[in-house]
């Protein structure tokens, strides 16, 4: 399993204080699993990420858990972040339980955190796990 903190920023000081602990996303043979405290998580399968992309979070976005239409962001800073767009709606919590298909990870090593969720899915698929059904 790889550790990858969430990046950090001027703001990341109130987000100690309201979500003591670390702020990580750790990417495991199985899954991603992004951790904010209190504030919220989530588990996200290998297998039900269909893209990994970029996406510049902008200041005004906030830091912490955001919400978003089919979206949430788990960052601590602004700045550039990779966004895992899923194959279904997945139930995260923020701090209650809300509905999203896309999930934004604020990795301090954005670099290192899309190669590492792009291996475990070409693992989980390669073991006999198959990838999302292509739409027609």
């Known amino acids: 399993m790889a550790t990858f903190p969430l990046r950090t920023g001027r703001a990341t000081f109130l987000l100690r204080m309201l979500a003591p602990g670390p702020l990580v996303a750790d990417v495991g043979p199985d899954a991603v699993r992004v951790r904010m405290g209190w504030l919220g998580g989530a588990t996200v399968p290998v297998v039900r990420v269909e893209r990994i992309s970029r996406i510049a979070w902008p200041w005004w976005g906030g830091v912490g858990v955001r919400l978003g239409r089919g979206l949430v962001a788990f960052v601590a800073a602004a700045g550039e972040a990779a966004i895992l767009e899923l194959d279904g ?37 390669s073991a006999g796990l198959s990838p999302p059904a292509e739409s027609p």
């Open 89 to 125: 709606e997945l139930s995260v919590r923020t701090p209650l339980p809300w509905r999203t298909r896309r999930v934004v990870v604020g990795a301090e090593d954005l670099e290192g955190f899309v190669e590492a969720v792009a291996a475990a899915r070409r693992t989980a698929w």
